[in-house]
């Protein structure tokens, strides 16, 4: 079964840090883009964040750039997201999800979320 | 940057169809794809590249594209249908709608 599972969610206090860990299965990891997106408490969908097969494409949402570090690590099929300077408005459920490329781009499977609440 | 407008509601009766749209500049330009989300679940799949339906998702979901509208239409919907559905579309990031909720009543 193709999956991703997410893990790594917490409370942190405004100005901390966090990192987000995602394990896929059942796909071979290193031929796939994937992508981080979330979704703040009862709100829309919002691309964070994406990283090509080998790591070395990244691009960020303009808001989290600069405080965002999307990475995997290939031999453990695990893709991650390093947070700082988190603020209030990064509260959300964080899903990581298989990213298809092919003249646009779409994501499937998505996790099941983890969630991220940033408050003092 | 690039934005998509949903309407946020639509209602349905069971057994009818309902068409959900997304809207955005030149959009017919770009491949949509679209998500449905149940409550507490996390999104799935349903359309991508306008209209292909991925393993799984029934016949009854289909897509189209064209000028600045696309439009996703559940024909015979059904109850379990009833949920969240995002449109999404790539301009240099993802970019998703503002969200369409089912209602099937």
């Known amino acids: 079964e193709v999956q991703v599972v997410e893990s790594g969610g917490d409370l942190v206090q405004p100005g901390g840090s966090l990192r987000l860990s995602c394990t896929a299965s059942?796909?071979?990891?290193?031929?796939?883009?994937m992508s981080w997106v979330r979704q703040a408490p009862g709100k829309g969908l919002e691309w964070v964040a994406h990283i090509n097969q080998d790591g070395s494409e990244k691009d960020y949402l303009y808001s989290v750039k600069g405080r965002f570090t999307i990475s995997r690590d290939n031999t453990k099929n695990s893709l991650y997201l390093q947070m700082s300077s988190l603020r209030a408005e990064d509260t959300a459920v964080y899903y990581c999800?298989?990213?298809?490329?092919?003249?646009?781009?779409?994501?499937?499977?998505w996790g099941q979320g983890t969630l991220v609440t940033v408050s003092s | 940057s690039y934005e998509l407008t949903q309407p946020p509601s639509v209602s349905v009766s069971p057994g009818q169809t309902a068409s959900i749209t997304c809207s955005g500049d030149?959009?017919?330009?770009?491949?949509v794809c679209w998500y449905q989300q149940r409550p507490g679940q996390s999104p799935v799949l349903v359309i991508y590249?306008?209209?292909k339906r991925p393993s799984g998702i029934p016949e009854r979901f289909s897509g189209s594209n064209s000028g600045n509208t696309a439009t996703l239409t559940i024909s015979g919907t059904q109850t379990m249908d009833e949920a969240d559905y995002y449109c999404?579309?790539?301009?240099?990031?993802?970019?998703f709608g503002t969200g369409t909720k089912v209602t099937v009543l």
């Open positions: 590249q306008d209209t």
């Open positions: 059942g796909f071979t990891f290193t031929n796939y883009w």
């Open positions: 999404q579309a790539w301009d240099s990031t993802g970019v």
């Open positions: 999800a298989r990213q298809f490329y092919d003249g646009t781009r779409w994501f499937d499977p």
């Open positions: 030149k959009l017919g330009d770009k491949y």
